[in-house]
């Protein structure tokens, strides 16, 4: 059986828990979009981790972790990543590359931090990762994909070709220094050496896994406000942040993904540029990313502040929506304890007239909140394991929200550890 972790919003919102949870009954997880700019937090027996390139499975010794065609693959970060695992003492993780994913290149974060220069004030908040530059050329078709690393005339013949195109960019358009071929023949060769013992035929795998009916867990980064079709274009990421590209980027039957937990978190938060109708400032934000998530809302990857708002109704029935939401996961409740009372953002006024539906980004830029203020429930409750046991406040919080969403909240998640999870029947 196939499940899907996903994101209903910006990112952020607790997936890497809610998949480490889930690991425990997984055999392999695989991560099916996205590169090294976005992270996981984890906290477990072992520590506290962000991972940026390794799926959340890696601490299980039962599971496969499975880095899927779909991923931006950046192979010194990932190597980085394993040996940090392994020297905090997890056991060496069973991990498989794809041999169809595409490599992240040096020059692509060049690129990145480049056009950010360029961009200066305008750019879009990118982490410099290198993945809309990575993305650009595997649509352009002059991207390495780790196959080709097995295909040596190949190579040759493709760093010459590849160096003389990026080299007309960076002469003109940058003014930076040019690349030589021999380098990229180099670089290509280390990552080669480093990624050959895991590299895969992964969709085989996967297609003989469901045959024999093991438990699959595809793990999304960042949310469906940041997929590049449904989300707040231009604002957006680089790949498909939606559980149906799954299918594509892990190389299964779309048919076969028959769960869909998407995570909402019980407040919003945001990384980068870009329209956020209920986002918060001032005292009210300071105080809430300092007490969000596990040590403060800041970026796993970057560090950055987050910017922090209320619960927003509209934007998450969309992203669950996009999802295909089948479970939703109400993460980061226990944060909200502190408040007295609690808004949450139920419409958007754009143009004098209130709506539901989550808007394209030139109308999103003009929505203005609509909220309505529920109580706060002014307990700690953490610790919690009924969802009885939960304050009546807290229980009306989340049955408000899942009602104006339309999706059941099956899983409440009140604190950052494994075991911190109410489930509920529905
Ligand atoms: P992801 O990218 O969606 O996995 O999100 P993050 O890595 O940014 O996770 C959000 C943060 O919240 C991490 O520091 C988690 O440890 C933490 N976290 C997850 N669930 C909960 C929860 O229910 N309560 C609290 N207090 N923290 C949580």
């Known amino acids: 059986m196939v499940k899907a972790v996903v994101g209903a919003n910006w990112g952020d919102e607790g997936k890497g828990k809610i998949t480490d949870m889930l690991g425990k009954e997984s055999d392999i997880i695989v991560r099916f979009q996205g590169g090294a700019n976005a992270g996981h937090t984890i906290v477990n027996d072992y520590g506290k981790f962000a991972l940026h390139t390794l799926p959340s499975g890696v601490f299980y010794d039962h599971t496969t972790s499975i880095i899927g065609n779909g991923v931006a693959l950046d192979i010194p970060k990932l190597f980085g990543e394993i040996q940090s695992v392994v020297e905090k003492g997890v056991p060496a993780p069973k991990i498989l590359v794809s041999d169809r994913a595409q490599i992240v290149m040096s020059y692509h974060k060049l690129f990145d931090a480049y056009e950010e220069e360029r ?5 879009f908040g990118s982490t ?3 993945i809309a530059p990575f993305y650009s050329d595997k649509y352009a078709k002059i991207g390495f994909q780790v196959s080709e690393l097995f295909d040596d005339d190949l190579l040759k013949e493709k760093v010459v070709r590849i160096a003389e195109q990026k080299n007309v960019l960076l002469e003109h358009l940058y003014h930076k220094p040019l690349l030589n071929p021999d380098d990229l023949y180099n670089e290509l060769m280390e990552y080669k050496k480093m990624v050959e013992p895991y590299v895969c035929n992964v969709s085989l795998f996967l297609h003989n896994a469901i ?10 980064q960042l949310g469906s406000l940041k997929d590049p079709d449904h989300g707040i274009y231009p604002m957006v990421t680089s790949s498909s942040t939606l559980a149906a590209y799954g299918a594509i980027g892990a ?14 978190k019980a407040y919003s938060s945001a990384v980068g540029a870009g329209a956020f109708v209920s986002e918060i400032f001032g005292d009210e934000a300071d105080e809430l990313r300092k007490r969000g998530g596990d040590g403060g809302e800041f970026g796993a990857t970057t560090g950055r502040p987050r910017r922090m708002g209320w619960f927003d109704c509209v934007a998450s029935k969309y992203g669950c929506r996009m999802q295909g939401t089948t479970d939703v996961a109400f993460t980061v409740l226990d944060v ?18 209130v709506t539901t539906e989550f808007p394209v980004t030139h109308l999103l830029e003009k929505a203005k909140p609509v909220y309505k203020v529920l109580p706060g429930w002014k307990e700690d409750i953490r610790g919690i394991k009924k969802y009885e046991d939960l304050p009546e406040n807290c229980r009306k919080y989340i049955e408000f929200i899942e009602e104006q969403i339309g999706y059941p909240i099956t899983m409440v998640s009140n604190g950052p550890g494994r075991d911190d999870i109410i489930y509920r029947n529905k």
């Open 119 to 123: 961009l200066a004030g305008k750019s």
């Open 128 to 130: 410099k990762s290198g």
């Open 211 to 220: 045959k024999e009916g093991k438990n699959i867990l595809l793990e999304g």
């Open 251 to 264: 190389g299964i039957p779309p048919y076969e993904i028959k769960q869909i937990i998407t995570v909402c």
């Open 336 to 353: 909200l304890g502190y408040l007295e009372e609690i808004p949450v953002c139920v419409g958007y006024e754009i143009n004098g007239e």
